[in-house]
């Protein structure tokens, strides 16, 4: 089953995927609390199989940089990661 971590940036949205997904966020797990570094944060998601969903550039740069599958609520981001997945489309 696939399961998510919202970074703290996001706390709030968890009330919409309440029932819907699984998920934790930042400061749930006495591993991970609050005020975490981007790093920390990528580490326990990576060792925990969690997707990350942020909006923070510095973390998901940290993802990329470690293979960290994401969801970013950046319609920006978003868009530039589907160009890039489908370079040959017109």
């Known amino acids: ?9 996001l706390l709030g949205i968890d009330r919409f995927l309440e029932g819907h997904v699984k998920f934790i966020r930042v400061g749930d797990d006495e591993r991970l609390p609050l005020g975490s570094s981007d790093p920390s944060v990528a580490k326990f998601a990576k060792d925990n199989n969690l997707i990350i969903v942020t909006n923070d550039g510095k973390l998901l740069k940290q993802c990329n940089l470690l293979g960290i599958e994401f969801v970013t609520l950046d319609l920006v981001v978003d868009l530039a990661r589907k160009v890039l997945k489908y370079p040959d489309s017109d």
């Open 1 to 9: 089953m696939v399961e998510f971590l919202i970074d703290e940036h």
